[in-house]
């Protein structure tokens, strides 16, 4: 699929729902947790058995970690997709084929709905509000046909559960259905209910970015990509017609738009022109992977060596800030798998704490901020097994970082402007850097 068609994918997101609909007559949905136990199940049309679940048993097994399990696994009479996010795997089993992509989008919507509903998506919450969950997957995916979803009408289809409600639900026996049916569904920006009123007139973006990178010993960058999104939360009254633009919209590369974006404006102008739903929602999701344009805020110095004819080894790692623009990183988390034949580490650290997992053999380092006067460092021995021959491998480091006020793009927001409404909103635009997978190999 080119990026131009995908970019349309986005954009009439509604027609292709329409379009795509005959495709899942036949679905089941089914939420696993980390142990393995299917918690919850929902079917559309017909029942599939749990039992289906085990080509994803195997395939979990198989996998070295959660997120390593394929996406998509053919069995022969089944497909199953799955995505994996907030320790819970939300596995669809279809019967016929279908584009793998807009099966799974759709499993990041259900996702997305249940954290909007309920502000944390887990296990417990999804438990307790069973009747919820259920009222809500009934509407988004109605007889199997994409339906409603688009948080905004969700809610005034389900009324987001309250502890008042819960209780007068209870007591009454009625339900969290709304009486009336959303008043944007039949209009034609479908993502915005009317007549929205607030006291207070404000729009709020945040732009994120995950930088995902491999650092060979030298220090060397092997591979570095760049995953953003901008989220936003608008909270403004009436219908307001926004226009959001860039200092360099050149950087931003296969971009997916949420479907309120008016993609012809984009193509011609690179401006965001769009009539935002109401409350929180993801604006756009982009990619940079061009090698030049990914710039690494952090380094990590390493000396780790093990003797042929000794059972000690030396263990030295040191991490500084890199190309930060002066913005101090923060959240440093530093875990390395160390070798099976290692029986323990004698360890400092100049700052933060670590622990070692003699069973797991897993090393982590709670670092924290990083001081650019004075670098954190955590050094010692490393005492390894009698008789054993010295590991094959150094082992690699695994960073987690987050960067406040930086987009290590170097994307910027120039303005943002509204039309239609004559109020004068208050904007805000903050920006963050995280770890995605960034890895450093010893």
């Known amino acids: 699929m080119t990026q131009k068609s995908r970019d349309r994918l986005c954009e009439h997101e509604t027609s292709v729902l329409i379009a795509q609909r005959n495709h899942l007559a036949e679905f089941s949905l089914f939420l696993i947790n980390a142990a393995g ?8 049309k017909s029942v599939v058995s749990r039992s289906v679940c085990d080509y994803f048993f195997e395939a979990q097994e198989r996998a070295s970690e959660a997120e390593n399990v394929p996406p998509v696994i053919p069995t022969p009479h089944h497909y199953l997709l799955s995505v994996y996010r907030h320790k819970i795997f939300f596995v669809a089993v279809i019967q016929s084929e279908v ?9 990041h919507r259900v996702v997305d709905t249940f954290q909007d509903y309920f502000g944390v998506c887990s296990e417990v919450i999804i438990k307790d509000n069973v009747v919820v969950v259920y009222e809500v997957l009934e509407e988004m995916l109605d007889n199997g046909f994409p339906l409603a979803t688009e948080s905004n009408i969700l809610k005034e289809l389900i009324k987001p559960p309250t502890i008042l409600r819960t209780v007068v639900n209870t007591i009454t026996g009625s339900t969290n259905v709304g009486d009336q049916l959303p008043t944007g569904q039949l209009s034609v920006v479908p993502w915005r209910r009317t007549g929205v009123k607030y006291t207070n007139n404000e729009a709020y973006f945040d732009v994120i970015e995950e930088i995902d990178a491999i650092i060979d010993k030298s220090g060397s960058t092997i591979t570095a990509e760049i995953q953003g999104v901008i989220d936003a939360c608008v909270k403004l009254t009436g219908m307001p017609d926004l226009t959001l633009s860039f200092m360099n919209p050149r950087l931003l590369d296969d971009v997916s738009f949420h479907p309120c974006v008016r993609f012809k404006r984009w193509e011609s102008e690179r401006i965001l022109s769009f009539i935002p739903p109401d409350g929180n929602f993801r604006l756009l999701s982009y990619h940079v992977s061009a090698q030049n344009l990914v710039a690494i805020p952090v380094y990590v110095k390493h000396n780790i060596s093990f003797r042929d004819s000794s059972s000690l080894g030396r263990f030295e790692i040191t991490v500084g800030p890199k190309q930060t623009m002066g913005k101090t990183v923060e959240g440093v988390m530093v875990t390395s798998q160390m070798p099976k034949s290692v029986l323990n580490m004698t360890l400092t650290p100049s700052q933060g704490t670590h622990v070692f997992d003699p069973v797991t053999k897993l090393l982590s380092w709670d670092v924290g901020k990083i001081n650019p006067q004075k670098l954190p460092s955590l050094k010692g021995s490393v005492s390894l097994q009698a008789g054993t021959s010295k590991p094959d491998e150094n082992p690699t480091i695994n960073l987690q970082f987050k960067i406040q006020q930086l987009a290590i793009s170097g994307l910027k927001v120039n303005r943002l402007d509204m039309y239609g409404e004559k ?17 450093v190999r010893t």
């Open 37 to 44: 136990d299917i918690f919850l199940e929902k079917h559309w």
């Open 99 to 107: 584009p793998p992509l807009f099966v799974i989008e759709f499993l």
């Open 423 to 439: 109020y004068k909103p208050f904007k805000g635009i903050k920006y963050m850097t995280k770890a995605g997978k960034f890895q």
